[in-house]
C-alpha cells in the first residue's frame, strides 16, 4: 500500500476508532470516568502521536467526535462539539510544538491537552451544566480538575509513550515523511 493518499486515509482512520475503542472500553469498565469532571480519559494518550504526524489531528478529532456521542445521552449533548473542539486545538498546537523540547522532552506540547480541555470543557461545565450566573471562580474550578485529569495522563502515560516510540524508532517506521 504505497498509495500516499490511501496510507494517509487508513493511519487517519485508525488513530479515530483507537481513540473511540479505547474511550468506549474504558466507559464501560470505569462508568463515568471519561465523562466526569475530573477525568482520565485513558484515549488521551494517542494525543502523543501529534508530535510524529499531523494525520493524527484529524484522527484525534474524529475519534473524540465518535467518543462523545455516549455523551449526547449522557446530558451532555454540546460536548460532542466543544470536547471535539478541545482535542482539535490541542492536538494542532502539539503539531506545532513538536519540536520544543526540555531536556529532550516536549513538554510544552504535552500539556496542551490540560491547557485547551481545561479551558474549554471547564467553561463547557460552568456555563452548560451549572445552574445560575456564570462564577469565574467556578469556572477555574471545573477547569482546573479537567485540566488536572488531562495532565496525570499526559505526564505519566503520553512520556511513556512517547519514549516508547521514539526508543524503537517507530516514528521513522510508522509516520513516514
Not at 498509495?3 to 487508513?10: F, S
Not at 469498565?29 to 469532571?37: D, F, K, N, R, V
Not at 473542539?85 to 498546537?93: I, N, W
Not at 445552574?131 to 488536572?148: N, S
Amino acid at each position: 500500500m504505497k498509495n500516499k493518499k490511501t496510507m494517509a486515509i487508513v493511519q487517519t482512520a485508525i488513530i479515530a476508532a483507537m481513540y473511540a475503542a479505547l474511550t468506549y472500553a474504558q466507559n464501560f469498565i470505569l462508568p463515568g470516568t471519561t465523562s466526569a469532571a475530573v477525568q482520565f480519559r485513558v484515549s488521551e494518550v494517542l494525543n502523543v502521536l501529534a508530535l510524529f504526524t499531523p494525520l493524527a489531528i484529524p484522527g484525534l478529532t474524529l475519534g473524540c467526535i465518535l467518543s462523545n456521542l455516549y455523551n449526547i445521552g449522557s446530558g451532555l449533548p454540546l460536548d460532542m462539539i466543544f470536547g471535539s473542539l478541545a482535542t482539535l486545538g490541542s492536538s494542532v498546537c502539539m503539531y506545532l510544538l513538536r519540536n520544543v523540547k526540555i531536556k529532550n522532552i516536549p513538554l510544552l506540547a504535552l500539556f496542551m491537552p490540560a491547557l485547551w480541555n481545561g479551558v474549554i470543557v471547564g467553561w463547557e461545565i460552568e456555563y452548560f451544566l451549572v445552574d445560575g450566573d456564570f462564577i469565574l471562580g467556578d469556572f477555574l474550578f471545573q477547569g482546573g480538575c479537567v485540566a488536572l485529569g488531562e495532565i496525570g495522563v499526559m505526564l505519566v502515560l503520553g512520556t511513556a509513550l512517547y519514549f516508547a516510540i521514539v526508543k524503537r524508532k517507530l516514528d521513522k517506521k510508522v509516520f513516514e515523511k
